[in-house]
């Protein structure tokens, strides 16, 4: 039986590529080829594809994640199997929470990606052992949730504001930037600036 599948990513580049390795597999069928988000669910519910292959960054508009969300709720939904150069757990986590059947980086061998595509079609979870360790690690270790307030104020000190430039960009008191670090020191579990982006980077979170 043929599975039928619609790749999903901002480069073109990338896309061709794909197309040449899975064109070679007699077991599956490219019906269509999506830019972005939004035009992935249009062909998506018009193409009806078994598999949904799909980067996590497409540029301007939804991204993988939310891509995936969408894509699970239409009727009949397709396999979602997620296929991109990022690994951290957030997004990762992110991803399976979304109800993607899948995560592969694009590092892997071509004939995982097919044998992935097969998988996520059966209705079977496609995640390498040391990806299904973390996200494993993460359901039960859980990211701290902090404010979008606080997220903005984790990005402005990831490009080395000092509080008083925070402070100007936010529109608030330098008192309050000083509450918000407080905060998310907190909730992160570090001591320091430094630290608060290095664990934020890690995790996903900016």
Not at 95 to 119: C, F, N, R, T
Not at 178 to 192: A, N, P, Y
Request: aromatic share 2%.
């Amino acid at each position: 039986m043929t599975t039928t599948v619609l790749l999903v990513d901002d480069h073109p580049v990338v896309r061709s590529g794909l197309r040449a390795v899975l064109d070679a597999a007699e077991t599956l069928q490219i019906v269509g080829e999506a830019a972005t988000g939004e035009e992935a669910l249009a062909l998506a519910a018009h193409l009806r594809p078994d598999v949904v292959l799909c980067d996590l960054r497409l540029g301007n508009g939804i991204d993988g994640i939310q891509t995936t969300t969408a894509l699970r709720a239409l009727d009949p939904a397709p396999a979602v199997l997620i296929l991109t150069t990022f690994d951290r757990d957030a997004e990762i986590l992110g991803a399976i929470e979304a109800g993607a059947a899948g995560y592969l980086l694009k590092e892997v061998d071509p004939d995982v990606i097919i044998d992935g595509i097969q998988s996520a079609a059966a209705g079977d979870t496609v995640l390498a052992p040391d990806l299904a360790s973390r996200v494993l690690k993460g359901m039960r270790s859980p990211l701290p949730r902090l404010t979008d307030r606080e997220i903005d104020v984790l990005r402005l000190l990831a490009t080395g504001s000092a509080n008083k430039e925070i402070a100007r960009a936010l529109f608030v008191t330098e008192a309050t930037v000083k509450s918000h670090l407080v905060h998310i020191f907190t909730k992160l579990g570090v001591d320091s600036r430094s630290r608060a982006i290095h664990v934020a980077q890690e995790t996903g979170l900016i």
